[in-house]
């Protein structure tokens, strides 16, 4: 036997076992809090710039979504496809009043147990079998990339989710392609991140939407001015 074999397996120093124990404390709290009431509030998943991942501000999140509802209807079917800001405030909302399943690559959202649905827009349709193809009112998507390719390739899936309706947020300088690709235009409201982004950024569809109209109407639970 050398001497490696009877020395038997490495040993961490109790500095680096204590940095290790602190690690698995704080990934086990963090899971703890992704199990409780403020799992949907945006940030409770952290952003990660690789992913090019950059998480819409609470006003606009709740703008979006409560567009979201008002075009699919009660009871309606809403899917989030890389737009998880939005699917956290429909959730934070709108519990039981419509479905809603998230379209995400980052599979920490997995978190979100049914709703979650993995997805990859380089396949944008290997989509699981649960998923029936235009079972959804509307589709709220977010392309990660500011590329032709990238928005090519996620309308393919856009298209095979939707009955119709499309609610598309992404870079201004996209809109010919977006219109192009998916019969969308831009609407007045201007969406913000928490994150001030190089890009200006817009949002676009393809109905009669409440982002068209004057920007000064009030959402729930919004008080007027005194």
Same mark, same amino acid.
């Given at each position: 036997?050398?001497?490696?074999?009877?020395?038997?397996?490495?040993?961490?120093?109790?500095?680096?076992?204590?940095?290790?124990?602190?690690?698995?404390?704080?990934?086990?709290?963090?899971?703890?809090?992704?199990?409780?009431?403020?799992?949907?509030?945006?940030?409770?998943?952290?952003?990660?710039?690789?992913?090019?991942?950059?998480?819409?501000?609470?006003?606009?999140?709740?703008?979006? *979504?409560?567009? #979201?509802? @008002? $075009? %699919?209807?009660?009871? =309606?079917?809403?899917? !989030?496809?890389?737009? &998880?800001?939005?699917?956290?405030?429909?959730?934070?909302?709108?519990?039981?009043?419509?479905?809603?399943?998230?379209?995400?690559?980052?599979?920490?959202?997995?978190?979100?147990?049914?709703?979650?649905?993995?997805?990859?827009?380089?396949?944008?349709?290997?989509?699981?079998?649960?998923?029936?193809?235009?079972?959804?009112?509307?589709?709220?998507?977010?392309?990660?990339?500011?590329?032709?390719?990238?928005?090519?390739?996620?309308?393919?899936?856009?298209?095979?989710?939707?009955?119709?309706?499309?609610?598309?947020?992404?870079? *201004?300088?996209? #809109?010919? @392609? $977006? %219109?192009?690709?998916? =019969?969308?235009?831009? !609407?007045?409201?201007? &969406?913000?991140?928490?994150?001030?982004?190089?890009?200006?950024?817009?949002?676009?569809?393809?109905?009669?939407?409440?982002?068209?109209?004057?920007?000064?109407?009030?959402?729930?639970?919004?008080?007027?001015?005194?």
């Amino acid at each position: 036997m050398s001497d490696s074999e009877d020395e038997g397996p490495p040993q961490l120093s109790s500095y680096a076992l204590a940095a290790l124990q602190e690690f698995y404390a704080e990934q086990q709290q963090h899971h703890s809090d992704l199990r409780g009431d403020d799992k949907y509030n945006i940030g409770i998943i952290e952003e990660n710039w690789q992913l090019s991942q950059f998480w819409y501000s609470p006003e606009t999140a709740l703008r979006l *979504a409560e567009d #979201a509802v @008002a $075009a %699919a209807g009660e009871g =309606g079917r809403i899917a !989030c496809v890389s737009a &998880p800001s939005v699917y956290q405030k429909l959730r934070e909302r709108h519990r039981d009043d419509v479905s809603v399943c998230i379209f995400e690559y980052d599979r920490r959202f997995a978190v979100y147990g049914e709703d979650f649905v993995y997805y990859d827009y380089k396949s944008p349709v290997d989509l699981p079998e649960r998923i029936a193809t235009h079972s959804f009112d509307i589709v709220v998507a977010d392309p990660p990339y500011l590329s032709e390719e990238c928005l090519r390739k996620m309308s393919e899936t856009i298209k095979l989710l939707t009955r119709g309706k499309i609610l598309l947020c992404t870079g *201004a300088v996209m #809109a010919e @392609a $977006a %219109a192009k690709l998916l =019969g969308v235009k831009m !609407c007045k409201f201007i &969406p913000e991140h928490t994150r001030t982004l190089g890009n200006e950024f817009r949002c676009f569809v393809n109905y009669d939407s409440g982002l068209d109209r004057d920007l000064s109407v009030q959402l729930p639970g919004q008080e007027g001015p005194k």
